[in-house]
């Protein structure tokens, strides 16, 4: 019953915010979120995803239509095929390789 309450209480986007409040009392080391960008807006994932990184809470987004890219770090591009590109938006630390696409474990797929 208190599930249904709240439904009709809040909105989908408060909802969402209730979620990452949540998360952010947790604490956990990470977090997926899917389709963020649907409930909420640009600025309001934006703020999200930063107060994740300010309490090391590593994100882990599955990107919906129309999400921005600005506030990642790095983008995993996964094809239907298995291939994958990663591409880093962040100045790279010394310490971080960098990876290229292949199939799972870094493979080209059987042609």
Do not use: C
Request: charged share 25%.
């Amino acid at each position: 019953m208190a599930e249904r309450i709240r439904e009709d209480v809040f909105s989908l986007g408060e909802q969402q915010l209730l979620a990452v409040a949540r998360v952010l009392l947790a604490a956990p080391q990470f977090v997926f979120l899917d389709r963020v960008g649907t409930a909420l807006d640009a600025d309001q994932v934006g703020l999200v995803l930063r107060l994740f990184s300010e309490k090391a809470i590593t994100s882990i987004v599955f990107k919906g239509e129309g999400d921005e890219a600005r506030d990642y770090d790095a983008i995993l591009d996964i094809t239907g095929d298995g291939t994958w590109q990663w591409k880093s938006l962040r100045e790279p630390h010394a310490s971080e390789p960098a990876a290229s696409g292949g199939g799972a474990g870094g493979r080209q797929p059987n042609s």
